[in-house]
C-alpha cells in the first residue's frame, strides 16, 4: 500500500490531504469533524486583529452548468468574524487533541511590521504547526490595503514574509493571489523573504452572475453586488497551470496546490506537477468531509496501481514534461479515427468540425443509416471531435508516422528568427 | 362462481375510480425537466427529428427546455405540431423519437422526449399562452370534414394563412379519437378539449356538430360551396368476429366502451366481473386496461398470432400486464357460449372457447384442433376497424381500401384532401397531424400562397 504520509516544508501530516483556509476550518467543531473524517491537515480560516471584521448576509454565488451545481463558487466572506482569543485558544486545544495533523494557521494584519510581530507570538503560543500569510484574498480586504492588495505587489510579499520568518521560528508558507499577470514575480519575493512555501491559487476576482430581475450582481447583498472571490472545480486548470509554473521556474520551492481539487485524480494532477500537498475547500463545503475518503483510498490505489511508494516518488512527475510551447514539435501528427461500431450518431464531431473547425468529418448516410467518417487529408488532429463525442472510446486521436524527426518552432524554416544550425 | 351475466356499474367507490383513472403518467416536475433535458446531447441531424412524423425539432425544444426558454420551446413544438400536447401523451414514443435517441444507442435510457414535450407544452397552455398570430383574412374558405386530429391540423394551418374554415363533425363534441378513442387516463383532466379551445383561439374556423358526411352533407355539395375540401373521417366500421349470435348480451366493440369511458362519469359504466378482449392492438389494451381499472376481477386479452405480432406496442403490452390484465396469444374465438341469467329472459354470454392457433408451411394462419374455454361475462371487440368508403358517394379513387392521396395529401380530385386514420398508412395521432398540416400547406399553395 502505498505511502501517503508528507512531509511539507517541515510540516508533517498523514496524508496531502488539507482543508484551506476558509469557512470549513474556522471553528474547532468544523476541524474536529474533518480530523474524525480522515483529513491530513487543515489551514484555520484567517485570523486578524481585533475588534473582529464583520461579514455580510449572503455570501456565496454559485454556477450551475448543464444542472451540475457548483461547477464554479464565489465568496465574499471576508476573515473569520470571531474574536482572536476565542480562535486561538480553539487552535490550541485542537492541536492538542490531534497531534498527527498539520495544524495551520491563516494569518491577516496590516502591514506594519508590529501588527505581525504581535500576532505571530500569539499564535506561536497555540502550538501549532506553521503559518499561512494570507496575501491572497481579493475582495473586501483588500480594499483596506490587505489581502491581495499586499499580494499583487512583490516589493510587499517580500517585506511582510522577511518580518515574519524574523519574528518566528514557525514554518512561514505565503499564500497567492492569481489576480496577477506573471505568478513568478510574487512567488520568487516570497522565496526572496524566506518563505518555507508557497500555496496557491487563492480565489479569482469574479462576478458569478447578474441577477436579470434585480439587475444585480451576484451574490446579491440588499440590492447590490461586489466583486467576489472565484474557486472550485471551473478554476482548476487556471490553479495548475500557476502551480506549474512555479514547480519548472521556482523548483527548491515547496508548492501547496490549491484550486478546483475535488477528487483523488485531481490531487494527483496537482501533485504531479509539483505540489507536496492539496488544499481543498469547494469540494467539501458542496458535500461535507466525507469525499476525503475516496480522496485517500483512489490516491493511494492508483499509485500501488503505478509502484510509487510515495507522495515524493510522485511529485513533480510532470513538471519535466512541462514545457514552453517553443519546445513542442511540429512534425508531430495525429489523426481522428472514429470506431464505428461505438458510433451512436450523434454527429457532434461532425457540427464542431464543420461549423467551427476543419470540415474534417464528413456526414454520409449509407444506405440511410447516418456515418460519419474523418477525411484524413483534411483533419489536423486538434482533438476537438475527441472532446466532443459523448461514447468513451469511440474517437481516438492516433499517432501517424511522417518519417519526419521532431522539430521545434526554434528550428522551424517558417521561424524568421530561427537559429541557424551550424555549418 | 356461477353468476351468470354479471355485468354491473360501480364495481369501486368514486374515490378508487377516480385514482384509477387520473394521469397515468403525470408531468415531470419543472426539476425533473431540467436534469433530463440536460441529458440532450443537441445532436446533429438528430436522428429523434426523422423519427418524428411531424418533424419537430426535438433537440431544439430540448435545448429550450434546459435554457428556462418555455415558451420558445413549446413554439417550436406547436410549430410543427399543432397537436404537440396531445402527441406527448399518446404518441407510441418508444417506436419513434425515444426509440431513435441516441442515448437508447448509448445506454439504453432515452432522453423521455414524449414526457419533455408535455412540459413545454403544459407550460405554454397553462398559461393561456396563443403562440400564432392569424393572417389577414383572404376570403378563401375551406370545408374540413372531421374534426379528428387531422381535420383539427389542418384548419389551424389554413386557418393561420387567413382562410376561413368550416369544421362538420358527425359527433357532438370535436376531438374525434382524442375525445372518444383512446384510454381516460391518457388524456386525463378534459386535455382534449382543453387542447381545442387552444387551437380555435387563432380564429377563423367554425365547427357544425351533428353533420355526417354522406347523411347531412355530401362531398358534392361542398365541393360547390367551398373552395377546398379536406376530408378527416377516420374508419367508422367496425371489424366483426364473425362468430354465430355475435350480437348476443355482454358482446360490445371495445371502441364503444372506451368512447363511454371518456364521455359518462365512471361509476356508471357496466363492466363484466370476467371480462375477455378479443384483440392485439392498442385499443385492445386500452379497452382491457379500464375494464380492469373499473374493477373487473379478471380481464384477458386474447390474440391470434404472438407478441411480436401485435400492433400494441411493448410499452403498452407491460402496462396491461402491469395492471393484470393477462394476455393469451395464440389462440382465435370459434364459438359464443351463451346462458340465460335468472329473473331474465334473453341469452348473455357466459363464456367463449377459442381454438389455439398457428402458422403452417405457407405462412398462414391455421386453427388446431386444441380447443379451451375462457369464462366472460363481457366480451370486447378489438380487431380492427376500416375505412367505410359509402359516404363519399363513390368519387374518390382508393388505395389499400382507403381514400388515395399524394405526398400534399391530395386525393383523385384536384381540390379534395384528405388524412388520418382514413388515408393508407400508420394510424396513429402524430401521423393525422402531419397530414392536416400537408393538406393545409398545399391547399395554401393552391389558393397562390
Known amino acids: ?423 | 362462481m356461477t353468476e351468470i351475466g354479471d355485468i354491473a356499474a360501480g364495481r369501486l367507490d368514486t374515490a378508487q375510480l377516480a385514482a384509477h383513472f387520473a394521469d397515468a403518467h403525470p408531468p415531470p416536475s419543472p426539476a425533473q425537466a431540467v436534469v433530463e433535458a440536460n441529458r440532450c446531447y443537441f445532436c446533429f441531424d438528430a436522428p429523434c427529428v426523422e423519427a418524428c412524423p411531424t418533424g419537430i425539432d426535438i433537440p431544439a425544444f430540448i435545448r429550450k427546455i434546459a435554457t428556462g426558454n418555455l415558451l420558445g420551446s413549446a413554439q417550436t413544438i406547436l410549430t410543427a405540431n399543432i397537436l404537440g400536447g396531445s402527441c406527448a401523451r399518446v404518441c407510441p414514443t418508444e417506436e419513434l423519437c425515444e426509440r431513435a435517441c441516441v442515448h437508447t444507442a448509448q445506454e439504453g435510457k432515452p432522453i423521455q422526449i414524449g414526457a419533455l414535450q408535455r412540459h413545454a407544452t403544459d407550460w405554454l397552455m397553462d398559461r393561456g399562452i396563443a403562440p400564432f398570430t392569424r393572417a389577414e383574412p383572404t376570403g378563401r374558405r375551406v370545408a374540413v370534414v372531421g374534426a379528428g386530429p387531422a381535420g383539427l391540423a389542418c384548419a389551424h394551418g389554413l386557418a393561420l394563412h387567413g382562410h376561413d374554415v368550416t369544421i362538420f363533425e358527425a359527433k357532438p363534441k370535436p376531438g374525434g379519437l382524442n375525445e372518444y378513442g383512446i384510454a381516460a387516463y391518457k388524456v386525463a383532466d378534459d386535455y382534449a378539449q382543453r387542447e381545442i379551445g387552444f387551437i380555435l383561439a387563432i380564429g377563423g374556423i367554425t365547427i357544425e356538430y351533428g353533420k355526417a358526411l354522406g347523411c347531412d352533407i355530401t362531398l358534392d355539395a361542398l365541393r360547390q360551396d367551398f373552395d377546398a375540401v379536406f376530408l378527416g373521417i377516420g374508419q367508422a366500421g367496425v371489424r366483426a368476429l364473425g362468430l354465430e349470435n355475435e350480437t348476443m348480451a355482454g358482446l360490445r366493440d371495445a371502441i364503444d366502451f372506451i368512447a363511454e369511458l371518456r364521455q359518462a362519469p365512471k361509476d356508471r359504466v357496466a363492466v363484466g366481473r370476467r371480462v375477455v378482449v378479443i384483440g392485439g392492438g392498442n385499443t385492445a389494451i386500452d379497452a382491457a386496461t379500464q375494464a380492469r381499472r373499473l374493477g373487473a376481477e379478471d380481464v384477458t386479452i386474447v390474440y391470434r398470432r404472438g407478441p411480436e405480432q401485435m400492433t400494441a406496442t411493448d410499452d403498452e403490452q407491460a402496462w396491461a400486464q402491469t395492471n393484470n390484465v393477462r394476455i393469451r396469444h395464440w389462440a382465435a374465438p370459434v364459438r359464443l357460449i351463451s346462458g340465460v341469467a335468472p329473473g331474465t329472459q334473453h341469452a348473455t354470454v357466459t363464456s367463449v372457447e377459442f381454438a389455439r392457433t398457428t402458422i403452417d408451411a405457407a405462412g398462414r394462419l391455421i386453427l388446431t384442433d386444441a380447443r379451451f374455454v375462457l369464462a366472460a361475462d363481457m366480451v370486447l371487440k378489438a380487431i380492427g376497424q376500416h375505412f367505410r368508403p359509402d359516404p363519399l358517394g363513390a368519387m374518390l379513387a382508393l388505395q389499400d381500401g382507403r381514400i388515395a392521396v399524394d405526398d400534399d395529401r391530395r386525393t383523385s380530385l384536384p381540390d379534395v384532401y384528405a388524412g388520418g386514420d382514413c388515408v393508407p398508412g400508420p394510424d396513429l395521432t402524430v401521423v393525422a397531424v402531419q397530414d392536416g398540416k400537408r393538406a393545409a400547406a398545399a391547399i395554401h399553395r393552391q389558393f397562390g400562397g
Open chain 1, 1 to 423: 500500500m502505498a505511502d501517503l504520509r508528507t512531509s511539507f516544508a517541515g510540516i508533517a501530516a498523514p496524508n496531502p490531504f488539507w482543508l484551506a483556509s476558509a469557512p470549513p476550518t474556522d471553528k474547532a467543531y468544523n476541524v474536529a469533524r474533518a480530523f474524525r473524517a480522515g483529513w491530513g491537515g487543515v489551514v484555520w480560516k484567517t485570523l486578524g486583529e481585533d475588534p473582529p471584521i464583520v461579514n455580510v448576509s449572503s455570501r456565496y454565488g454559485g454556477i450551475s452548468y448543464n444542472g451540475t451545481r457548483i461547477a464554479g463558487f464565489s465568496n465574499i466572506e471576508l476573515i473569520t468574524d470571531r474574536p482572536l482569543q476565542v480562535n486561538l485558544d480553539e487552535i490550541k486545544q485542537v492541536k492538542r487533541d490531534w497531534p498527527d495533523r498539520a495544524v495551520l494557521v491563516s494569518l491577516m494584519v496590516p502591514c506594519t511590521e508590529e501588527s505581525w510581530q504581535r500576532i505571530l507570538a500569539q499564535v506561536e503560543d497555540t502550538g501549532c504547526d506553521g503559518v499561512e500569510l494570507n496575501f491572497g484574498c481579493p475582495h473586501g480586504m483588500s480594499e483596506r490595503n490587505m489581502g491581495s492588495a499586499v499580494g499583487q505587489v512583490p516589493e510587499y510579499v517580500e517585506m511582510v514574509t522577511r518580518w515574519c520568518k524574523q519574528h518566528t521560528r514557525m514554518p512561514v508558507i505565503v499564500k497567492l493571489t492569481p489576480n496577477v499577470t506573471d505568478i513568478l514575480a510574487p512567488a520568487a519575493a516570497a522565496q526572496r523573504g524566506g518563505a518555507d512555501g508557497v500555496s496557491l491559487i487563492n480565489t479569482v476576482q469574479s462576478i458569478t452572475g447578474v441577477d436579470l430581475d434585480l439587475m444585480a450582481p451576484e451574490p446579491v447583498v440588499d440590492g447590490l453586488g461586489t466583486h467576489g472571490g472565484y474557486c472550485g472545480p471551473a478554476v482548476k486548470p487556471i490553479a495548475l497551470r500557476m502551480v506549474a509554473d512555479i514547480a519548472r521556474a521556482l523548483p527548491r520551492l515547496p508548492v501547496s496546490g490549491i484550486g478546483g481539487i475535488s477528487t483523488w485524480r485531481d490531487a494527483a494532477e496537482f501533485i504531479a506537477l509539483g505540489a507536496g500537498s492539496v488544499q481543498v475547500c469547494t469540494a467539501a463545503m458542496h458535500r461535507g468531509f466525507k469525499i476525503v475518503e475516496d480522496m485517500i483510498d483512489g490516491l493511494a490505489n492508483w499509485m500501488d496501481g503505478k509502484a510509487y511508494r510515495t507522495i515524493d516518488q510522485v511529485r513533480g512527475r510532470a513538471v519535466r514534461n512541462y514545457v514552453h510551447w517553443n519546445d513542442l514539435n511540429l512534425n508531430y501528427k495525429t489523426i481522428a479515427r472514429i470506431d464505428q461500431s461505438l458510433c451512436i450518431k450523434c454527429g457532434l464531431c461532425h457540427i464542431g468540425c464543420e461549423d467551427t473547425s476543419h470540415q474534417a468529418i464528413a456526414a454520409l448516410r449509407i444506405d440511410g443509416t447516418r456515418r460519419y467518417e474523418v477525411i484524413e487529408a483534411e483533419c489536423v488532429g486538434c482533438n476537438l471531435c475527441y472532446l466532443a463525442c459523448p461514447v468513451d472510446g469511440c474517437i481516438t486521436m492516433v499517432r501517424q508516422e511522417t518519417g519526419d524527426a521532431a522539430m521545434t518552432w526554434e528550428q522551424h524554416p517558417n521561424n524568421p528568427l530561427r537559429k541557424e544550425q551550424a555549418a
